[in-house]
């Protein structure tokens, strides 16, 4: 066991570096002069000048990259041109919703979707499988903004139930921030349930067809005792996968349902900086969340172990 979380470590490391000398090389060879961006074709040479050095332009730029590191490391994330204040204060800003709001997404993705995969699986062949397969076929193909928008027109418009955009805020009570919450939650999590649901179904089908699956029915189990046995926990490995690869997803890629539900958020950040060409909060906040996909793996890994014990004996035996 400890070989197997050694061997992960480092990899995690690794990829930590090689991703963030990749971020930055990307923004170092885009075309066009970083301070010339944030001033305007119209500023002054001397303030220029100033602005690079303030922006450490003017050192090498493999001292540039090391320096950058060592910001990261402890914490210094350097302060937004756009709105002039510390980019982790942004950050920490910006994280209390998209956090909250990713893990209500994968939360109820999964709540859809193993009870759906396994019910069609268990069903295999049978109208009840294909009428489940087809309703999870049309939310991988239906986009989520098209969701949050039906959403937005029958419980907010409609009904009235919950308001259509913005976010309470904290200060204003659990209850009305979750609530604030509640649709771009389920926006986000109808397409991932249909995409954990095909593969759900498609893993427990595959285990069921095992040898051990099939001695455990020789012995006297029936086909609902195989299933819950022995069936949907040797299944849960690739779907454990698809739901690290997931709640990555639903916390870096929240974009388009942040802007459609005017959310403060992470994803809504990013946008706006890209907008306003604020570079220092776009790569800060972009390596931050690849660190965050590439953590999140690691777990994911980690979690294989806890569910394969052969990955366990095989690595640390």
């Known amino acids: 066991m400890s070989v197997f979380l050694a061997k992960r470590a480092l990899a995690l490391v690794a990829t930590l570096l090689i991703a963030s000398l990749a971020i930055f090389l990307v923004l170092e060879v885009l075309p066009g002069d970083?301070?010339?961006?944030?001033?305007?074709?119209?500023?002054?040479?001397?303030?220029l000048a100033a602005l690079r050095r303030q922006m450490g332009l003017d050192r090498p730029m493999l001292?540039?990259?090391l320096?950058?590191?060592?910001?990261?490391?402890r914490g210094t994330l350097g302060e937004?041109?756009?709105y002039?204040?510390?980019?982790?204060?942004l950050i920490g800003e910006r994280v209390l919703v998209s956090l909250?709001?990713?893990?209500?997404?994968?939360?109820?993705?999964t709540a859809?979707?193993?009870?759906l995969g396994v019910a069609s699986a268990a069903r295999h062949g049978r109208l009840s499988d294909t009428a489940i397969m087809g309703f999870v076929q049309l939310g991988v193909a239906v986009p989520n903004f098209w969701f949050a928008m039906l959403l937005i027109l029958l419980f907010a418009v409609n009904l009235g139930w919950v308001p259509a955009g913005g976010f309470a805020g904290w200060e204003e009570g659990a209850g009305s921030a979750l609530l604030s919450l509640l649709l771009p939650a389920i926006a986000l999590a109808l397409p991932q349930a249909a995409i954990l649901a095909r593969v759900t179904r498609s893993s427990v089908l595959e285990v069921m067809r095992e040898d051990y699956v099939r001695t455990a029915r020789a012995k006297g189990l029936t086909r609902g005792q195989a299933l819950w046995r022995h069936g949907v926990r040797n299944a849960l490995i690739p779907v454990v996968t698809i739901m690290g690869l997931q709640f990555s997803f639903l916390l870096a890629g929240t974009i388009i349902i942040e802007n459609?539900?005017?959310?403060?958020?992470?994803?809504?950040?990013?946008?706006?900086?890209?907008?306003?060409?604020?570079?220092?909060v776009v790569k800060d906040l972009v390596v931050l969340l690849a660190a965050t996909v590439i953590l999140v793996n690691f777990l994911v890994d980690l979690s294989y172990a806890a569910l394969d014990p052969r990955l366990r004996l095989g690595n640390g035996g």
């Open 34 to 47: 970083p301070a010339l961006i944030v001033l305007g074709t119209g500023a002054q040479d001397d303030t």
């Open 63 to 65: 001292e540039r990259y």
């Open 67 to 73: 320096v950058w590191i060592a910001d990261l490391l």
């Open 80 to 82: 937004s041109y756009t």
């Open 84 to 89: 002039g204040r510390p980019v982790a204060d």
């Open 100 to 109: 909250p709001l990713a893990v209500m997404a994968i939360l109820l993705s």
């Open 112 to 115: 859809i979707a193993l009870p």
């Open 260 to 280: 459609v539900f005017y959310l403060p958020g992470l994803g809504r950040l990013i946008f706006q900086a890209i907008a306003q060409r604020d570079l220092v």
